[in-house]
């Protein structure tokens, strides 16, 4: 039997004026955003729907906001339409909105964990010059190599052929010019605020795990795959275990999406800001239809096909 997942992104989705077009065409969209502005001290609301885009892309900042105009997305398809995922996935921080979607997390939990996470991640971030490359077009030996060479880690496998590497400022600088001597098709730095999924990480692995020893946490409804093993969580304790390490350790994005369409899951709907997993979706298995929730016009499309 064919399933349906849902799937949530992470930091770098963030754009100012994401989820106002939602609150204005359903008003109790608006109550995610207040009761989050509420947990966190902050108009949430308003750095979403005006900024400025400096604001929205600081780590503590933008990983509350994707989390939060992702749940909007998924709580109007589901309130809706007749949605009803089966399985459920994110990127990066995109994992707590999946938690959250399968019942493993509350909502006002899920934001104090970003908050923290991105308070934790930001602070490593200052203590060091350090940043992040995609790579278009070179296979893993050769990303291997590079890595060696500059000394940067692969922070994200995003799908067949694309990769990201993270690292100090000095490796990752080194990484352009290494990637096209070795017949990449692109290198391109990305706009973050340092090296995430890498050792520089450590310091706000070792924080966010001491905090997370009090939240509690419930056996997911349905599969959340996880993006340190590749897998599904085995229950709560993987759970504890295993997210923490994901600020350190690789996004295995491909193996999320391989390990999904080997358990059925035949369709997914990306809700949240862009489409960026769509994409990578499409790019991994083509057997998995694909489609995403963003705006009011993506949203009452796929209310029509949930129908």
Same mark, same amino acid.
């Given at each position: 039997?064919s399933?349906?997942?849902?799937?949530?992104?992470?930091?770098?989705?963030? !754009?100012?004026?994401?989820?106002?077009?939602?609150?204005?065409?359903?008003?109790?969209? $608006? &109550?995610?955003?207040d009761?989050?502005?509420?947990?966190?001290?902050?108009?949430?609301?308003?750095?979403?729907?005006?900024g400025? #885009?400096e604001?929205?892309?600081?780590?503590?900042? %933008?990983?509350?906001?994707?989390?939060?105009?992702?749940?909007?997305? /998924?709580e109007?398809?589901?309130?809706?339409?007749?949605?009803?995922?089966?399985?459920?996935?994110?990127?990066?921080?995109?994992?707590?909105?999946?938690? /959250?979607? %399968?019942?493993a997390? &509350?909502?006002?939990?899920?934001?104090?964990?970003?908050?923290?996470?991105?308070?934790?991640?930001?602070?490593?971030?200052?203590?060091?010059?350090?940043?992040?490359?995609?790579?278009?077009?070179?296979?893993?030996?050769?990303?291997?190599?590079?890595? $060696?060479?500059?000394?940067?880690?692969?922070?994200? /496998?995003?799908?067949?052929?694309?990769?990201?590497?993270?690292?100090?400022?000095?490796?990752?600088?080194?990484?352009p010019?290494?990637? #096209?001597?070795?017949?990449? *098709?692109?290198?391109?730095?990305?706009?973050?605020?340092?090296?995430?999924?890498?050792?520089?990480?450590?310091p706000?692995?070792?924080?966010? %795990?001491?905090?997370?020893a009090?939240i509690?946490? $419930?056996?997911?409804r349905?599969?959340?795959y996880?993006?340190?093993?590749? *897998?599904?969580?085995?229950?709560?304790?993987?759970?504890?275990?295993?997210?923490?390490?994901?600020?350190?350790? &690789?996004?295995?994005?491909?193996?999320?999406?391989?390990?999904? !369409?080997?358990?059925?899951?035949? *369709?997914?709907?990306?809700?949240?800001?862009?489409?960026?997993?769509?994409?990578?979706? =499409?790019?991994?298995?083509?057997?998995i %239809? +694909?489609?995403n929730? +963003?705006?009011?016009?993506?949203?009452e =499309?796929?209310?029509?096909?949930?129908?």
């Amino acid at each position: 039997m064919s399933k349906t997942a849902v799937l949530f992104p992470g930091q770098g989705a963030q !754009a100012v004026g994401m989820g106002k077009d939602l609150v204005e065409a359903y008003p109790d969209a $608006r &109550s995610w955003f207040d009761r989050a502005s509420e947990a966190l001290g902050f108009d949430l609301a308003q750095v979403c729907f005006e900024g400025p #885009k400096e604001e929205l892309t600081r780590s503590d900042r %933008a990983q509350p906001a994707i989390f939060v105009h992702s749940v909007a997305a /998924y709580e109007l398809l589901r309130s809706h339409s007749g949605f009803a995922p089966e399985a459920a996935a994110g990127l990066s921080s995109g994992e707590w909105a999946a938690l /959250y979607a %399968a019942g493993a997390v &509350s909502f006002e939990d899920a934001i104090r964990i970003l908050r923290v996470r991105g308070e934790a991640m930001q602070s490593a971030c200052e203590q060091r010059e350090s940043g992040m490359v995609s790579i278009i077009g070179l296979d893993d030996d050769k990303i291997g190599d590079i890595c $060696r060479e500059a000394g940067v880690e692969v922070a994200n /496998y995003n799908s067949p052929g694309q990769t990201v590497v993270s690292g100090a400022k000095e490796g990752t600088e080194k990484v352009p010019d290494l990637a #096209k001597a070795a017949g990449a *098709r692109m290198a391109v730095p990305l706009p973050v605020a340092g090296a995430f999924h890498s050792s520089l990480m450590a310091p706000a692995e070792e924080v966010f %795990a001491a905090f997370l020893a009090d939240i509690e946490f $419930r056996e997911p409804r349905f599969p959340v795959y996880s993006n340190v093993t590749g *897998r599904a969580h085995e229950g709560v304790e993987s759970i504890r275990r295993d997210m923490p390490k994901q600020i350190t350790s &690789s996004v295995r994005w491909v193996d999320n999406v391989r390990s999904m !369409a080997s358990d059925g899951v035949a *369709r997914a709907v990306e809700c949240g800001p862009g489409k960026v997993l769509t994409g990578l979706v =499409k790019r991994i298995d083509k057997s998995i %239809a +694909s489609t995403n929730v +963003s705006d009011l016009a993506s949203l009452e =499309k796929a209310i029509v096909e949930f129908e």
